[in-house]
């Protein structure tokens, strides 16, 4: 796992879900755009990873992922120092763990079917 620049962790899937949100934010935005929502996603890490429990965070028991919570992109967006991300479609899937680190299991569009997610 790696760790973030916070008190969270990323998961494997979380790295390469970050991967894949940033090469179709750069092919679709340009780099630019893509530099903005790496630091919208960076901050939503650094939010989470202070506090958990932070407005925002929704548990969320219907995931197969134990303890699980979703936190949507969008509520770090007035955190993000210079030009902020208009309208962040992501949200974390993340859950504290029995070391009280923070551990990032997604990073997911907010269009998509949660029921077979995993921590894959």
Request: glycine share 6%; proline share 2%; charged share 30%.
């Amino acid at each position: 796992m790696a760790k973030a620049r916070s008190g969270a962790i990323l998961s494997r899937a979380a790295r390469r879900d970050l991967r894949a949100v940033l090469h179709w934010s750069e092919e679709n935005f340009g780099e630019a755009a893509s530099v903005r929502y790496l630091e919208l996603i960076l901050q939503a890490i650094r939010d989470v990873g202070s506090d958990s429990d932070r407005p925002g965070s929704f548990e969320r028991l219907d995931l197969a992922i134990p303890s699980a919570k979703t936190y949507h992109l969008s509520f770090s967006r007035t955190r993000v120092r210079g030009a902020r991300v208009k309208s962040p479609r992501h949200f974390l899937i993340y859950r504290r763990r029995r070391d009280g680190m923070v551990e990032i299991s997604r990073i997911l569009h907010d269009a998509r079917d949660l029921a077979d997610v995993t921590m894959g």
